[in-house]
């Protein structure tokens, strides 16, 4: 009763909380765009980006064209990025793998940060909810990934596909699975900075004054949370970009003639020395886009950072 | 926190008994068949395939063979591996040695590297030291360790004819000759997995000492005069560890669990290798064992680190 | 999760045993002392994890085992049998077997010991049939007991083997690496429900030329020489060392390039890797290359794999909507591109070559008509014609249909390099004739089994591939692979062979022919017409002759080195020297 009287009384904190957060997030802006390497590294990953979705209607050669007597050519005009043993052009496999290779990679990671951060948050806020939680993690971190992939596939697919077709259904399905399987460490980290956090002055300061849970975690301790979680999401980005194409290996993903990165990468291991080109680029690739996430990440981190404005 | 503990291990019993359910759940559903090794060979016909999935048990339904499993499990009986009739437990004993003395070795080296380079990385930050640090950090964790492990055969192993990189399970370390093998025989897979590892411990280390290091308190400390390599390691560290320690918490068991990759690239016949292969042939008793060992060991190394949480910040109190 | 994968490419490499087979010579080496060697290594990448040949589960295990247990008689390259434990190999010209095959006598070797020092005698013979035999001992090489009435030791040094039909493949008992005979003295105690729980199989005491001394299922195997061999100078290698693990790209290396081991087995790598690596200057291998029975396949599906169908999919009683067809199957054959698939992919002879028969040994049973046969013929022009004869004519996407039919075709195999490339040129060539090509791979583990939706057995896609080998005998490849009674279905359970649920009256007549058939020569003939068949009808595309049992590298300082096609690779180690 006596809060919600309190809460009647006194509007302000909401409504003062309102006015800087939206001035917060121009700030943010301000600060993100005052970070070179951070604008940086957008830039690169949106040229990447349209790269990936101009660039195979675009480039002449098509990705499935074999070629043997042109196999395991090095770069060369015609072939930038060179040729595998089919002597199929590689910039045109990488152009087109590289849509579902960022896709999967930036969506599967949102997901698997999404959930993380929200069990690692109510875990380490809500005592109660404590032990329920953290022992879901570790059932996850527990089960074994390979057999639990072949289930979840094995039960999923046909009705994932029937539902959303086959190529949407593929999608949905190994950014779930990624997802799904990645989200335990951010939760137990999350967890344990909230653990920390709550017991913080200033968030015995935002309850003093009424605000209310979904406040104090959303508002006041996330963002002090932000750091592990975005390390965590730029350390998944080129892990889930890997994963992926180990669930085609395991003959749960997309079709094996899809060329992603990470296919494109495992198949030259066996001609790193004598078609070195083979694995450079996509390689490359991965890194290029990993990198350019990192500098983003870190310039977001800065410019959300709530100290800053201090 | 003693009673915290005492409740904790308490709790443990129903979680490792649910995860062993669903586990095992999930092995029966899995299609994974130990006869799928014979593949489609006429010279197996169907007969003698139905009496060998008899003699291996797998006739009966799940739920009868968990609950067999389970009960003898409980009393430290591993069971007997479908494809080498050999005891699950010497099998795992016999790996063990060889995924700590790489995997462990790996994990330890690891961890050495990444507190001074996260250290440094965030005190100096967005300078030269910083920049390179980072950037073999993220070369680190986007290449993967198939791919440096091959890289790093063909140029010592094969370029060069520096290292040998087929492991020997077999070398007993005697004398300084066989220590040497040893070391041989390991450093490039522990320098493999140990640069990886450490790659993703220094980005989690610098971005939390980057959160601690503009803090009042570390303010209050330089203002007292103490020594900037005091402030740095006496608070700031020691304040930036709780993620740490969940990291390494959650690293501890995965050393157990092997790390697939590696072995398999360079031979090591350690427990992940196991694990795969065994997932590979269908060896239920193998795969079951394995897990729930791992299984174990997150329960036991995430209760540790939340004992630690509370040594470090005494703040933090459970419910 | 990268490890995953490559462990799975690896395990995707082996479907399956490969050869045994016919009778012969005997095989002599070098003389040299006994022991004089030091240590050999042998590498494969697939480890042994039981060394019981009768509990195995795969080639690994039989040719680890190989080096201690033997069978009475090995099969050489060409067939023939080769006195190993038996004095000599009965046939029905020496009296051995009678003339109505129904009943072998062999006479065993004088003086054999067991490598513990005990005589190795009949009765050890006898005592093997009769592990083997029990279903509860649940033997993976229990197919030798069938048909057969009694083996019995008559005297200490005579086996008598009676069988209860004629039985023209009389070897199946007795000769090749399903025939290890085991002591009596170690496994009296695991026969029967004792049999999955016995030490011996992995301390097996043997007759061979090597004793385990130390083994560590899954990784290696350690032996020394037996000092209670037959043969005083053999053999030549002190000890071996037999390890396990990693993948065909690393054995390659280390037999090829750095000499870190003297046998790399089944370099099952793309050719573009292990050509040059087998012919650069400083190459420290060189590559076996024989050729048995081992053919990569593609079969196609005669039911309707449409899941919309429900507990109908793929049952025998549907019928393919366009592959039943046997125009579209023939066009499907002669845009199958198997040159470039053996120059390309399996190097011309190194690995593998490219055929239009199913049945590619023995010599004298290799069918020689199907070379000039349309279908066998590289001809897309042809092929699209024969579609656009026949109604199937091109929509605006590319892809032929009639009758609102589209030629739109899923097209499965297992997990494996070499077989994704594969996978490619097809998908390039049939996709220009006018069909739409899905692909699809899954682990070898998920493949191989009558208990996975996606498995070779259920077949629930239209086209699927993968290899397959058979006896010397090809009876039983072609009665298991093709008959109508053999189809693999949802009341079988899927455990029967005929996975493409191919139904023809005239073959099964051949083949029930040729299963009474005794005369050489009328066999041979019926072999290489139930050939004919399959290929004209196009029950199947025959790819590639693939080298067997593996392609193997080894060093260029080995010597003695046979390999048999039919047998074990290990089958005379005795006579390996440096």
Partial sequence: MATVTREQVVPPPDAAAMRPARSLWKDAWYTFTRDRLAVFGLMVLVFIVLAVLIGPYIWPQKIGDIDFSRALEGPSLEHPFGTDDLGRDLLARALYGGRVSIAVGVVAVFIAITLGTLIGAFAGYFGKLDNPLMRLTDLFLSLPVLPLLLVLIYLFRESLQRAMGPVVGIFVMVVAVIGILNWMPTARLVRASFLSLKQKEFVEAARCVGAKDRRIIFRHIMPNVLSPVLVAATIGVGGAILTESTLSFLGLGFPPDTPTWGRLLFDSQNYIDIAPHWPIFPGLCIFIVVLSINFIGDGLRDALDPRRKI | MGRYVARRLLIAIPTLLAISFVMYAILALAPIDPLSQFGADPRVPPEVREHIRQALGLDQPWPIRYVKWVTAFVRGDFGVSFMSHASVGDLIWQRLPNTLAVVGVAYIVGVLIAIPAGLISSVRRNSPVDHTISLFAYAGFSVPTFFTGILLIIIFSIKLRWLPFIYDSNLKITDLGSLVEQFRQSVMPIAVLGLFDAAILTRYIRAEMLEHLPLDYVRTARSKGLLERAVVIRHVLRNSLIPVVTLIALGVPAVFGGAIVTEQVFHVPGIGELLVTSIGTGDTPVIASVVMIFAVLVVLFNLIADVLYAVLDPRIKYA | MGAIAMLVAACGQSQGPSASASTGASASATPAARGAGGDLKILYWQAPTILNPHQATGTKDNDASRLVIEPLAAFDNDGNAVAVLAQEVPTVANGGVTADFKQVTWKLKQNVKWSDGTPFTASDVEFTYKYICDPKTAASTADRCEGVDSVTAKDPNTVVVKYKDTNPFFYQVGVGFSNGILQQAQYKNCVGD?????????????????????????????????????????????????????????????????????????????????????????????????????????????????????????????????????????????????????????????????????????????????????????????????????????????????????????????????????????????????????????????????????GANHFWTDVEMYTNSGDPDPTSYFLSGWTCNQIAQKSNNWQLGNYARYCNQAFDDVVAQLKKETDQNKRNQLAQQANDILVKDVAIIPLISRVAPTASGVSKSLKGIKVSVWDSEMWNIADWSK
């Avoid at chain 3, 999955?196 to 199989?201: G, L, M, Q, S, T």
Wanted: charged share 25%; hydrophobic share 35%; net charge positive.
């Fill in chain 3, 194 to 454: 004792a049999a999955k729980n016995c030490p011996a199989d992995l301390k097996p005491i043997g007759t061979g030329p090597y004793m385990v001394k130390d083994f560590k299922p899954g990784d290696t195997v350690l032996y020394d020489m037996n000092p209670n061999y037959r043969d005083a100078n053999k053999p030549f290698f002190k000890s071996v060392t037999f390890k396990g693990g990693g993948d065909a790209a690393a054995s390659a290396r280390a037999v090829c390039q750095t000499g870190d081991t003297d046998y790399g087995w089944n370099l099952q790598v793309e050719a573009t890797v292990l050509k040059p690596m087998a012919a650069a200057a400083d190459s420290k291998c060189t590559l076996l290359t024989n050729y048995g029975s081992s053919v990569e396949r593609i079969l196609l599906n005669f039911s309707n794999p449409d899941p919309s169908l429900g507990d109908n999919r793929g049952e025998p009683s549907t019928k393919h909507p366009f592959l039943s067809d046997i125009h579209v199957r023939r066009a499907l054959a002669m845009a199958t591109d198997r040159n470039a698939v053996a120059v390309q992919l399996y190097g011309d002879g190194l690995a593998g070559k490219a055929t239009c028969n199913i049945l590619t040994a023995p010599a004298p049973m290799v069918s020689k008509a199907t070379d000039s046969l349309d279908v066998c013929k590289f001809d897309k022009a042809a092929a699209e014609k024969e579609l656009q004869d026949n109604g199937w004519v091109k929509g605006s996407d590319g892809v032929r249909a009639k009758n609102g039919v589209r030629l739109e075709l899923s097209y499965r195999t297992t997990v494996n390099a070499v077989r994704q490339k594969t996978q490619d040129i097809m998908k390039a060539n049939w996709e220009s004739i006018g069909f739409k090509v899905n692909l699809l791979s899954v682990p070898a583990s998920t493949f191989f089994t009558n208990t996975s939706p996606d």
